[in-house]
């Protein structure tokens, strides 16, 4: 075989929630039976718009590239012009475009952590050298402003890569820091993801203030229930931009994903509904947990983590029971489980679930 790039071989292991159909293969359990507390996606998922809009997609003809209609809906839902967007095969394709377009060989990069493992994936992929700037659980994992100011200043990084709110915390970015650092450091492009930032209803979007070293990355799999079709984007400057739509492979957003964006970017209604709901449902889990002695964590989404003796142990635990949670051990968290709330049958579910856990867990 031929031996391939040292940064393939270097890549750290690929863990992330949701169902992994071949873990539970392995374990005899029916994908079926299991209820996903591990993916923060929206649990009552798409519009029925855009159900309609699937069914009705033409599938014969090749997607339009440049998504332009799906673009324009974008541009009067977020009020920023159609050349700041781009679409993607989700959020996680555009990241790779990033990569792709900016980093280099032996460039700095700075992560903001413990976060998405997908940023150093990706830094490490293209050669670049990734250094964390990490939250601290003493401080309820608020932003490290302080410490990341500092690593921003001695290493002068291509790239920081921020989550706004952050996986798996749920912690907001402050924003006029974000602003202050891109506007003293040129040369360093500050990569937002607000793949969560419907959850935040306090949240303050990057969107609003477009430069050209920020790219702040959204994404359509989360909020609008679309995580099994794949759609996200983009918002920078029109040069940004066009970089990243020179390094896309053609027709990477499929003529469904876009005209299900379009249907779910018109259902305001559906989406404010379903996140009420959703926000109700957190509050009362967090309650009744709390009752049951769980230690949860506050946090501005949906998601929220809870203290365990050991992550990895009660997730097994919780699995042979139907309920899947995100073990964070992979985040460096292995005292940490990261739960999102589901329908409220699935949260009573999943609080008999963790009455049973043995004491310990
Ligand atoms: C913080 C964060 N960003 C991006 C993604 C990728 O989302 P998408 O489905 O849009 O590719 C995820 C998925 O879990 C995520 O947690």
Not at 16 to 28: C, I, M, V
Not at 138 to 150: A, Y
Not at 283 to 301: C, H, V, Y
Not at 316 to 324: A, D, F, H, P, Y
Request: with cysteine.
């Amino acid at each position: 075989m031929l031996s391939p790039r040292p940064e393939v071989l270097a890549l750290s292991e690929v863990i992330h929630g949701a169902l992994n159909h071949t873990e539970l293969a392995a374990l005899g359990i029916d994908p079926a039976s299991v209820i996903d507390f591990s993916a923060s996606v929206n649990p009552f998922g798409p519009s029925p718009r855009v159900i309609e809009a699937i069914a009705n997609s033409q599938i014969h003809c090749y997607p339009d590239r440049d998504a332009t209609e799906f673009r324009q809906a974008l541009a009067s839902h977020l009020g920023v012009p159609k050349d700041c967007l781009i679409a993607g095969n989700g959020s996680s394709e555009l990241l790779y475009l990033i990569g792709l377009a900016f980093l280099r060989s032996a460039d700095q990069v700075l992560v903001v952590g413990p976060t998405y493992s997908e940023y150093s994936r990706v830094a490490q992929l293209m050669g670049a050298t990734v250094s964390c700037c990490q939250a601290s659980p003493r401080s309820g994992f608020q932003f490290p402003t302080r410490s990341l100011e500092e690593s921003i200043r001695a290493l002068r990084p291509r790239a920081v890569f921020v989550c706004h709110p952050n996986n798996p915390t749920g912690q907001l970015t402050p924003t006029a820091a974000i602003y202050l650092w891109a506007d003293e450091f040129p040369q360093t492009l500050f990569i937002i993801d607000e793949a969560y930032i419907e959850f935040s209803p306090d949240a303050q979007s990057f969107t609003k203030s477009i430069r050209d070293n920020i790219v702040v990355l959204r994404s359509m799999t989360k909020a609008h229930g679309l995580a099994g079709l794949r759609l996200g984007y983009a918002v920078s400057t029109p040069a940004v931009i066009d970089l990243l739509a020179r390094v896309r492979p053609p027709w990477s957003v499929s003529t469904i994903a876009q005209n299900a964006g379009i249907a779910a970017l018109q259902d305001s209604t559906y989406l404010q509904r379903a996140l009420a709901s959703l926000a109700a449902e957190k509050t009362l889990l967090e309650e009744r947990l709390a009752a049951l002695g769980a230690m949860t964590f506050p946090s501005e989404t949906h998601f929220f983590l809870i203290r365990v003796a050991n992550a990895t142990a009660t997730r097994q635990q919780l699995l042979n029971s139907g309920i899947l949670v995100r073990d964070c051990t992979s985040f460096g968290m292995p005292g940490f489980l990261r739960i999102s709330p589901q329908t409220p049958p699935q949260n009573t579910l999943f609080c008999e679930a963790w009455k049973q856990l043995p004491v310990g867990c």
